[in-house]
């Protein structure tokens, strides 16, 4: 079982920067794929970035909106996975998720197993 707690989140102006983290606990961080995902008040979960594991080099993939602006990257000394968030804008602004899954990544959240509880982010003047 594996257990994600995010932290980092908060509240930015537009064009500012942010760096979320995710620290995981009770399986080999190593082997799993980590993600971050995003819920804005009624919305749909949606995909942010990802980093997959050892076995895929760890790759990193980016949904459109946030590609150039957000970095996604992990720290296996830490068990830790980071978002680094920067030229936020207001439509940003949502509660933001860690995920875990075995093996290569995916941008769709059904296939993850494994989530933290959420860290708000909120870009606003």
């Known amino acids: 079982q594996v257990q994600l707690v995010e932290s980092g989140g908060g509240l930015v102006q537009p064009g500012g920067s942010l760096r979320l983290s995710c620290a995981a606990s009770?399986?080999?961080?190593?082997?799993?794929?980590m993600a971050w995902f995003r819920q804005a008040p009624g919305k749909e979960r949606e995909f942010v970035a990802s980093?997959?594991?050892?076995?895929?080099?760890?790759?990193?993939f980016y949904a459109d909106s946030v590609k150039g602006r957000f970095t996604v990257s992990r720290d296996n000394a830490k068990n830790t996975v980071y978002l680094q968030m920067n030229s936020l804008k207001p439509e940003d602004t949502a509660v933001y998720y860690c995920?875990?899954?075995?093996?290569?990544?995916?941008?769709?959240?059904?296939?993850?197993?494994?989530w933290g509880q959420g860290t708000q982010v909120t870009v606003s003047s």
């Open positions: 980093v997959a594991s050892i076995r895929w080099s760890y790759s990193t």
């Open positions: 995920a875990a899954r075995r093996s290569g990544s995916s941008y769709q959240k059904s296939e993850y197993d494994y």
């Open positions: 009770g399986g080999t961080f190593s082997s799993y794929a």
